[in-house]
């Protein structure tokens, strides 16, 4: 199975600030990472599939690049409606596997 | 409208199966992946089972292979997963989804296994 190290595992941040996480997966996954947001109580919403595709209605402060074993995902301008646990997902081989988790949480 | 309704948790002993339902509306589930993702309390997100369109295939992590069976039937646009030999640290929400990567995704089935 292919191992995804996903840091970091909490960020702390002010509104309007970057952050960006990272996962690094145990081979080359060849960009089929996604991104997604869990809010306390509630399923997870995706809001990036294959590195960098912006699902349709979710803002574009989301963003995510990478290549290989090598991907990071960001938010620009954090606004309130961002504090939530974000996780990465390899879709490239089964099974599929989740990061750790990053827990984003106002400074 | 997408919507995937999961149904059949509840409380069990160690050692008890359970078979939890996901009945899917709103778009070709013969057509698409069906997926069981699980994630225990406080804890992070764990990929449990997936079964591909036609349901030929499966797959399963070792943490749950031999022990859960993933299936669907197409003919009546719902998903199971069979889980055997219950274990405390199988206690957990557990959430189907469709897509690949998922976006479409239930509510959610809590799953607790005590004695």
């Known amino acids: 199975d292919i191992q995804m190290t996903q840091s970091p595992p909490s960020l702390s941040a002010s509104l309007g600030d970057k952050v960006t996480i990272t996962c690094q997966t145990s081979q080359n996954i060849n960009k089929y990472i996604a991104w997604y947001q869990q809010k306390p109580g509630k399923a997870p919403r995706l809001l990036i599939g294959f590195t960098s595709r912006l699902v349709s209605g979710i803002p574009s402060r989301f963003s995510g690049s990478g290549s290989g074993r090598d991907y990071s995902f960001s938010i620009s301008n954090v606004e309130s409606e961002d504090i939530a646990s974000y996780y990465c997902l390899q879709y490239d081989n089964s099974p599929r596997t989740f990061g750790g988790g990053t827990k984003l949480e106002l400074k | 409208e997408v919507q995937l309704v999961e149904s059949g948790g509840g409380l069990v002993q160690p050692g008890s199966p359970l078979k939890l339902s996901c009945a899917a509306s709103g778009f070709t589930f013969s057509s698409n992946w069906l997926n069981w993702i699980r994630q225990a309390p406080g804890k992070g997100l764990e990929w449990v089972a997936s079964i591909n369109p036609d349901g030929s295939s499966t797959y399963y992590p070792d943490t749950v292979k031999g022990r859960f069976v993933v299936s669907k039937d197409n003919a009546k646009n719902t998903g199971y997963l069979q889980m055997n030999n219950l274990r405390s640290e199988d206690t957990a929400m557990y959430y189907c989804?469709?897509?690949?990567?998922?976006?479409?995704w239930g509510q959610g089935v809590m799953v607790t296994v005590s004695s």
């Open positions: 989804a469709t897509t690949s990567p998922p976006l479409y």
